[in-house]
């Protein structure tokens, strides 16, 4: 079977300062993957999504970017965190490109950004 | 481009009644639509999705929603709810072709009371 792993679970960091979430998928090769920010009261956001190795497409301009360095793993970076970055991120995979194929996400990292 | 509106921001029901959480959508292509839970602090797990045949759709956990493209709607329902069912429901679109990303509504919180 299939599994998502992110992590940090959580992590409190001071604005300026870099961030790194990593997320491994197992259990399948060549997933589509995604990055998801949810922030209180406004849904969940698609940050980046991933179809191969070294593949990233940006969904909305921001502070922070997304690397892909193997097919199973998807990393989420900032040079320098603002405040506004503070929020629930969601990673999650699906098989292939098709699209209505079921997006599976992981367990979600709190970033409180003080 | 898609839009998702959930226009209950929480939904309070007791436990063994009937509830509706309620999705319109809005697109200028074909859409997929889906229904995901989220319980406290966890990732999203989905109920069900409609992509095509039957516009009754049936999912986990007794739940059942029915895709009106007349009206645009992708309502959800249980006959009759459980304390357990307390969670935020999210309900997403993607377009027929052309990748696989989610555009989500902002939730519902559904609060079951005794």
């Known amino acids: 079977s299939q599994t998502i792993h992110q992590w940090p679970a959580t992590l409190v960091q001071p604005v300026g300062s870099p961030l790194s979430l990593e997320c491994t998928v197992e259990?399948?090769?060549?997933?589509?993957l995604y990055w998801y920010r949810q922030a209180a009261g406004r849904g969940l956001q698609l940050l980046f999504y991933?179809?191969?190795?070294?593949?990233i497409s940006s969904e909305v301009p921001q502070n922070l970017s997304a690397s892909r360095p193997q097919d199973r793993q998807f990393i989420l970076s900032s040079k320098k965190l603002l405040l506004s970055d503070s929020g629930f991120y969601l990673c999650?995979?699906?098989?292939?490109?098709?699209?209505?194929?079921?997006?599976?996400f992981g367990e979600g990292s709190w970033l409180t950004v003080v | 481009a898609q839009s998702v509106t959930q226009l209950d921001s929480q939904v309070p029901v007791f436990e063994e009644a009937p509830v509706e959480l309620r999705c319109n959508y809005s697109?200028?292509?074909?859409?997929?639509l889906f229904w995901y839970v989220q319980y406290p602090n966890q990732g999203l797990q989905l109920l069900l999705k409609?992509?095509?045949?039957?516009?009754l759709v049936k999912g986990i956990n007794g739940f059942e929603a029915e895709f009106n493209k007349s009206q645009t709607s992708f309502h959800l329902r249980k006959p009759s709810v459980h304390i357990s069912d307390t969670a935020e429901y999210f309900c997403a679109v993607t377009p027929t072709g052309g990748g696989n990303k989610l555009t989500f509504g902002t939730g519902t919180q559904l609060k079951v009371e005794l």
């Open positions: 999650a995979w699906s098989r292939g490109q098709e699209s209505g194929n079921t997006i599976y």
């Open positions: 697109s200028s292509v074909s859409v997929y």
């Open positions: 259990g399948t090769s060549n997933p589509n």
């Open positions: 409609y992509l095509s045949g039957s516009t």
């Open positions: 991933s179809v191969g190795i070294g593949q």
